[in-house]
């Protein structure tokens, strides 16, 4: 059995677009997963916000203000304390150019944002099956975006 079906995962989404937000807390609902879900407007909100809640997965929107998504990747992975958070890139952004900044820097995933919620359900499945108490897990780079296409 999963682990995130005995314990709730406490997820820390750093999204600064209020429309995306409350997508991405209806997918989670609708979830078989428990879920804790807590939010970072900005960058510096998401520093504040990792000690304080010391999440089991970041999911982090690369345009955001004060500190963009690029910025706080670095941050967070310059930073070993956060060495066993697993960070998702949540991100409308589908160059190339981002996905392989964001793989370089230590994502452990790429997800770009669907269009539908059943879509986006999909995804978060995916990344819910993962056990990441268990291993921190950084996929080859054929798996590392996953696209609702």
Known sequence: ????????????????????????????????????????????????LLDENNPDIVFLDLLMPCKDGRQCLREIRANRKYDSIPIIVYSSLTDLQNIEFCYREGSNMYAIKPHTLTELKVILEKIFTIDWKKVLYFPPRSMFVLNPQ
């Open 1 to 48: 059995m999963n682990v995130y079906n005995q314990y709730p995962t406490n997820v820390l989404i750093a999204e600064d677009d209020d429309e995306d937000y409350l997508i991405f807390s209806l997918a989670v609902e609708e979830l078989s997963f428990k879920v804790i879900l807590s939010r970072a407007e900005n960058g510096d909100i998401l520093f504040k």
